[in-house]
């Protein structure tokens, strides 16, 4: 299996500039989840999917942040207009169960988004 | 609020020594809990759960729970210098994986 996949690894982008990251899920996994990690936070969980729905987009930190998952191999979150503070490394993350039996979640490598 | 709460370190040990992460929780309704490992620049990786109160091995690690006073406790044994990265300590209840912020472990050889 070639694991959670995601999409730019790197990303550096002027502030007002949209960014799309794009994340492939293990397939059979029903649950996909956003992370977006920073020194100051550490890991927060943004949004999650089941079954391609959005369950929980709490996180998300405004309206500036969308995702959508149009099918279950493939997930977007797109950030517009991106800001100096968005800055940090967001993860992609699927599971088979709700967190999985035991709580492992399968995670991408992240893209690291540098807004300047 | 749900949180997470684990010194950030860095905690040093040198070389075979014993080394001993902490975590504290804020929900009480929180059912299992989890351990990550997280190498500099690369993504996290479970490495022990544990859902019952008291200890849980497996190889060189120990997971400690302790519902009562909601805490949680990694125990790293003859800790190598490959060992050292942060350790994530995470909480799932109802809601998905919490996690603390994190402690950055190095071992010295």
């Known amino acids: 299996d070639a694991g959670v996949i995601q999409s730019p690894r790197h990303e550096v982008t002027e502030m007002g500039q949209e960014v799309t990251l794009r994340c492939k899920p293990i397939s059979g996994h029903d649950y996909l989840f956003w992370y977006r990690q920073t020194m100051m936070r550490g890991l927060e969980l943004l949004i999650y999917f089941n079954n391609n729905v959005p369950i929980d987009d709490s996180g998300m930190p405004e309206d500036r942040f969308s995702a959508k998952m149009p099918n279950a191999s493939f997930s977007t979150l797109k950030i517009q207009p991106s800001e100096p503070r968005d800055s940090a490394v967001y993860f992609c993350?699927?599971?088979?169960?709700?967190?999985?039996?035991?709580?492992?979640?399968?995670f991408g490598e992240g893209s690291r988004l540098t807004v300047l | 609020q749900k949180e997470v709460e684990q010194n950030s370190g860095p905690l040093s040990v040198p070389e075979g020594a014993i080394a001993s992460l902490n975590c504290t929780y804020s929900d009480r309704g929180s059912q299992s809990f989890f351990w990550y490992r997280q190498y500099s620049g690369k993504s996290p990786e479970l490495i022990m759960f544990i859902y019952s109160n008291g200890d849980k091995e497996d190889g060189r690690f120990t997971a400690q729970l302790n519902k009562a006073s909601q805490y949680v406790s990694l125990l790293i044994r003859d800790s190598q210098p490959s060992d050292s990265a942060t350790y994530l300590c995470a909480v799932k209840g109802n809601t998905p994986l919490v996690f603390g912020k994190g402690t950055r472990l190095s071992v010295i050889a």
């Open positions: 993350a699927s599971s088979q169960t709700f967190g999985g039996v035991t709580g492992e979640l399968f």
